[in-house]
């Protein structure tokens, strides 16, 4: 036989397409005052991974020199390394590791975006995800603006360069009360920092400081890798100048009700993050101990699908009294992309990713616990493989509720024809899943668990979106412009 002949057909596919999660969004790292900003900026990019995948990029601001840009396609750890880190030199750095939800996956998307223009160099790194970013795009194009990149980031470059006021607070904050939805972003004027986050404050940014220097950082994990302490959340609405490590409160944006992202705290943000004053980790197993009063069943094992449902596997396990199992091992060397051979099975790609330990599982009554479903792809693969290792029973159980709507704040979630939640009953979905029982976390026992913070924003599953969807109501497709 020819090697070829024995070769299955290979062919390349990205790993993550079809996968029952929602996408991490992207993260957002910067520091002030101290010449190793660029390589604290790398380590918190580093921490910051988990919210993008697809590029990462620095830019730092160096007195002499000015910009001193890197980006690439890739994990961090592939676009950088210790000759280029060198390179960046300079007090002031800012990072970006992004996922994008839509649009081309290109390099000159990958921020953070750097411009020249008549008052010095202007970068930008952002979190979130304008919602009038095509009816800003359509204005300034009309007025001429040439746009370099697919993201609704660059309208926040041209409205600040196109500014008239000579004040640089003013060019700004102006530009920031132009745009409305979801953003926590950084930029950097010269070696001037600007951080701020939207009024309602979807997505989170907090402020560190690490000796003389000062720190912003989309998540506290972030922190920890570089031995900076924590100092607060930017406030939603709040906007801060930083210059060679000093912090200066300088704005406000008009007051919103805010509308932190509940979907944080269930699946995006890590475990070892405080987000919107709450241990991640503690606030999962909460969810995890609810479901369990909720939705009781006899079982002889707990597990999680890993990682991120591994706190609410916890919770569950804590409050019904049954044993917590190591029973799927996840591979987390997989990957972006994936080569894979055609011809294999239909669920090799759950196969690639989860292995089940078939001592826990062959003969036994499973109680599995995952954070969210969004199409359902993944788990129904899942729960064959389990099948086919042999359990007696599947109940799936469900830390948060069935999603029913699009997010349009930066999350990237499929239409509200691909989501189970909002196409199927309770009860079609545990069908389709091919499981003896389903329940899911319901609306008020997922804000109970958390109901010392809050409000937050739950318009995924409730369809109560808080900032107006101005592209969307004009007849724009937002999520193409989404970051
Ligand atoms: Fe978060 Fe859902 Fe609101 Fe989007 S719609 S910001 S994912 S809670």
């Known amino acids: 036989m020819s090697l070829d002949r024995r070769l299955p057909m290979l062919g390349t596919l990205p790993f993550d397409a079809p996968d029952d999660r929602p996408r991490e969004e992207c993260g957002v790292f910067a520091v002030s005052g101290t010449d190793s900003a660029a390589r604290l900026t790398f ?3 580093y921490a910051l991974q988990h919210r993008g995948q697809e590029s990462a990029g620095i830019v730092s601001m160096d007195r002499e020199l000015g910009a001193q840009s890197h980006k690439g396609m890739g994990l961090v750890s592939e676009v950088f390394d210790e000759e280029v880190i060198s390179r960046l030199t300079g007090d002031t750095a800012l990072g970006h590791v992004r996922y994008s939800t839509a649009g081309p996956s290109a390099l000159r998307n990958a921020q953070p975006v750097l411009v020249n223009y008549r008052h010095g ?4 790194a952002h979190n979130g995800n304008l919602t009038n970013a095509c009816e800003l795009r359509e204005e300034l194009s009309a007025q001429g603006a040439i746009f370099q990149t697919d993201s609704d980031t660059e309208v926040v470059i041209h409205l600040i360069a196109r500014s008239r006021d000579e004040n640089e607070i003013d060019r700004v904050m102006g530009a920031l009360r132009s745009i409305t939805g979801a953003f926590s972003l950084v930029l950097e004027a010269g070696d001037t920092l600007y951080a701020a986050r939207d009024s309602r404050g979807f997505r989170p940014l907090v402020l560190g400081r690490r000796g003389d220097a000062a720190v912003v950082s989309s998540e506290t994990c972030a922190l920890d890798i570089i031995g900076a302490d924590f100092v607060r959340d930017i406030e939603p609405g709040e906007v801060l100048k930083i210059r060679h490590g000093v912090v200066e409160a300088v704005g406000r944006l008009e007051p919103a009700t805010p509308a932190p992202c509940m979907f944080e705290l269930v699946y995006f943000s890590r475990p070892d993050s405080t987000v919107w004053g709450l241990s991640v980790d503690a606030a999962r197993r909460e969810f995890g101990r609810q479901l369990a009063r909720e939705h009781p069943v006899d079982g002889d094992c707990v597990f ?3 990682d991120s449902s591994n706190s609410a596997a916890l919770g569950y396990a804590e409050e019904s009294g049954i044993p917590l199992e190591l029973a799927l091992i996840r591979n987390h060397y997989v990957g972006r992309t994936f080569i894979h051979p055609t ?3 239909r669920d090799f790609k759950v196969r690639v990713k989860y292995n089940p330990v078939a001592e826990v599982i062959a003969g036994k009554r499973l109680i599995v616990v995952d954070d969210s479903l969004v199409r359902g792809t993944t788990s129904r693969g899942l729960v064959r493989m389990l099948r086919d290792t042999g359990a007696r029973e599947i109940h799936f159980r469900v830390a948060s509720p069935p999603i029913r709507f699009p997010c349009y704040y930066g999350v990237d979630m499929p239409t509200r024809e691909e989501l ?13 899943l091919g499981v003896d029982s389903i329940g899911y976390l319901s609306l008020e026992g997922m804000a109970g668990a958390v109901e010392d913070s809050g409000p937050f924003c739950d318009a995924c599953w409730t369809g109560s979106y808080q900032a107006p ?3 969307l109501e004009l007849g724009h497709e937002p999520a193409s412009f989404s970051y």
Not at 121 to 124: E, G, H, S
Not at 420 to 432: F, K, L, N, Q, V
Request: no cysteine.
């Open 304 to 306: 999680s699908v890993p």
């Open 469 to 471: 969807l101005v592209d």
């Open 43 to 45: 380590l918190g990019l």
């Open 121 to 124: 160099d202007l970068a930008l």
């Open 343 to 345: 011809q294999a099975g």
């Open 420 to 432: 189970i939640g909002a196409t199927h009953s309770i009860d079609e979905i545990r069908e389709h």
